[in-house]
């Protein structure tokens, strides 16, 4: 299972902290992930990390601006957010993958980021 959080209201250029806590079986799972949907559009990547040799991945859009990270012992993901701009108003959703899949099998409610210009 997994609760993602941390979502709001920020101006364009703060910055806000969201964080996806994975419960349940956790040891099978080797990936997560953020992702998000805009209005009228289609859900997107935004950044994934891998362990146990950690490797992050960011979307063009996001690069220098977003940061995945990883506390193992809470069993949850990070994704700072900073220069937040308007465009990146969306439903932000975590996301995992377990040993032996290359999907993403388990996915948390999402939260909300709005970005005020």
């Known amino acids: 299972q997994l609760q993602a959080s941390g979502g709001g209201l920020v101006e364009a250029g703060g910055s806000l902290r969201l964080s996806c806590a994975a419960s349940?079986?956790?040891?099978?799972?080797?990936?997560m992930g953020w992702f998000r949907q805009a209005p009228g559009k289609e859900r997107e990547f935004v950044a994934a990390i891998t362990w146990p040799a950690i490797t992050t991945y960011y979307a063009d859009s996001v690069k220098g601006r977003f940061t995945i990270s990883r506390d193992n012992v809470k069993n949850t993901v990070f994704l700072q957010m900073n220069s937040l701009k308007p465009g990146d108003t969306a439903v932000y959703y975590c996301a995992a993958r377990v040993a032996g899949r290359n999907e993403y099998d388990f996915w948390g409610q999402g939260t909300l980021v709005t970005v005020s210009s």
């Open positions: 349940g079986r956790t040891a099978v799972v080797y990936r």
